[in-house]
């Protein structure tokens, strides 16, 4: 059984910064891929990015330059930093592992307005 904790959701300014944390607990091995997606009001959730030991991540168009995703393997925590933050960037964030099934984090909030 895996569990994964996300935190440091908010509100921010655009042009600001957040720094979302995903802590998991279980067997997680760094060959197993973890990352973020996001979902909008009204939208399909999508694709954040992912990272696997060995692997540089990839990202949409919509948040590359601004986003990145790293990960401390020892301590099974993956992490979105984002910057130069829009407000269509506003979404509920949802960390993820894929250790056979997927594990989903409970989501965390993050809205950009002024």
């Known amino acids: 059984q895996v569990q994964l904790v996300e935190s440091g959701g908010g509100l921010v300014q655009p042009g600001g910064s957040l720094r979302l944390s995903c802590a998991a607990s279980?067997?997680?091995?760094?060959?197993?891929?973890m990352g973020w997606y996001r979902q909008a009001p009204g939208k399909e959730r999508e694709l954040v990015g992912s990272?696997?030991?060995?692997?540089?991540?990839n990202y949409p168009d919509s948040v590359k330059g601004r986003f990145t995703i790293s990960r401390d393997y020892v301590k099974n925590t993956v992490f979105l930093q984002m910057n130069s933050l829009k407000p269509e960037d506003t979404a509920v964030y949802y960390c993820?592992?894929?250790?056979?099934?997927?594990?989903w984090g409970q989501g965390t909030q993050v809205t950009v307005s002024s």
């Open positions: 279980g067997r997680i091995l760094a060959g197993h891929p």
């Open positions: 990272r696997v030991y060995g692997s540089s991540a």
């Open positions: 993820y592992a894929d250790v056979g099934d997927r594990y």
